[in-house]
Nanobody, 116 residues
Framework: QVQLVESGGGWVQPGGSLRLSCVAS????????MSWYRQVPGKGRELVAG????????TYSDSVKGRFTISRDNGKYRVYLQMNSLKPEDTAVYFC?????????WGQGTQVTVSS
């Protein structure tokens, strides 16, 4: 079955950086788009960044454009989110997602907290 496991979250001061990682299993990773979402309590999940199967195209929300970078290693079944210049409003649970045959699959999430 599809499994997605995120890691790399934690606490960081404003202006700092974190790199999230997601390892996938149970499907042919290189055949599907991957994305990162985030969610704060009381709100829906927000798309942060997405990448096409071969990594040829990326998309970012306006709120993170220029600060976050999504990447993937199809040989290692991993997708990454490099987060720079972090702001307190980036505080959220971050989820890795695979878009497979019209359905989104999710990891368990990793907490990112940005505060001084």
């Amino acid at each position: 079955q599809v499994q997605l496991v995120e890691s790399g979250g934690g606490w960081v001061q404003p202006g700092g950086s974190l790199r999230l990682s997601c390892v996938a299993s149970g499907f042919t990773f290189g055949s599907y788009a991957m994305s990162w979402y985030r969610q704060v309590p009381g709100k829906g999940r927000e798309l942060v960044a997405g990448m096409s199967p071969a990594g040829a195209s990326e998309t970012y929300s306006d709120s993170v454009k220029g600060r976050f970078t999504i990447s993937r290693d199809n040989g290692k079944y991993r997708v990454y989110l490099q987060m720079n210049s972090l702001k307190p409003e980036d505080t959220a649970v971050y989820f890795c997602s695979a878009q497979i045959e019209g359905r989104n699959y999710w990891g368990q999430g990793t907490q990112v907290t940005v505060s001084s």
